[in-house]
């Protein structure tokens, strides 16, 4: 009973360097949501994924860029990290498009901290 | 600007003392709000969904409200295990939750 699983939990990366993030999940659903969450600021949506092989910007995109592959994984990079991208990073997952009785299930998100 | 705005941003309450906490919101064309418990080092679980003004949605010691400009979370004789941060979302256009800032709340026993 996974639900929406993040790997890494946690992760240190100097200025410049780059990663990937992923988001697993095993209820089959179609949208997948990456979020990043700094505080006194709430949630704020980087990109989203509609279904497989599709991938779209939310409101704050730059410096980021995805891909959805397989309908379960959802990957966020990261190509050259910056101080402002220090973050906890959290993915998340609906079976349809918001909010037709969807409720949407988070990961346990991803502390990165860029020095 | 579309904005989500939550209050007070802490509260604290002794168990059993009822208060209600606030998400005002001014984005146009309202399709959804949403309420959800969120736990230290943890992400966000979902509570309610309220899609127009005059709904209520119950589940335990918490009751959620809207109106045309506002939503509130009313939480009656509040336990310590009621403790956390709750965060209000709204949806307004495609799939996009604008999400208020949280009420952190602690219940003292």
């Known amino acids: 009973n996974a639900g929406v699983t993040q790997t890494p939990k946690f992760r240190v990366l100097k200025t410049g360097q780059s990663m990937t993030l992923l988001c697993a999940q095993d209820?089959?659903?179609?949208?997948m949501y990456w979020y990043r969450q700094d505080p006194g600021m709430g949630l704020r949506l980087i990109h989203y994924?509609?279904?497989?092989?599709?991938?779209a910007k939310g409101e704050v995109p730059d410096g980021y860029n995805v891909s959805r592959l397989k309908k379960q994984n959802f990957l966020l990079g990261l190509e050259s990290a910056a101080p402002s991208q220090t973050s906890v990073y959290f993915c998340a997952s609906t079976t349809g498009p918001l909010p037709l009785n969807t409720e949407a299930f988070f990961g346990q998100g991803t502390r990165l901290t860029v020095v | 600007e579309d904005q989500v705005t939550q209050s007070p941003e802490a509260l604290r309450l002794q168990e059993g003392e009822s208060s209600s906490l606030n998400c005002s919101y001014t984005v146009s064309g309202l399709r959804g709000l949403f309420w959800y418990r969120q736990d230290p080092g943890k992400g966000p679980e979902f509570l309610f969904t309220?899609?127009?003004a005059g709904e209520e949605k119950e589940k335990e010691r918490l009751k959620a409200t809207l109106t045309k400009k506002e939503s509130f979370l009313h939480i009656t004789a509040p336990k310590p295990e009621d403790s956390a941060t709750y965060l209000c979302?709204?949806?307004?256009?495609?799939?996009?939750?604008?999400f208020g800032a949280g009420t952190r709340l602690t219940v003292k026993p």
């Open positions: 209820m089959n659903h179609e949208y």
């Open positions: 994924s509609v279904g497989e092989g599709t991938t």
């Open positions: 979302a709204v949806q307004y256009n495609n799939n996009d939750m604008r």
């Open positions: 309220l899609y127009s």
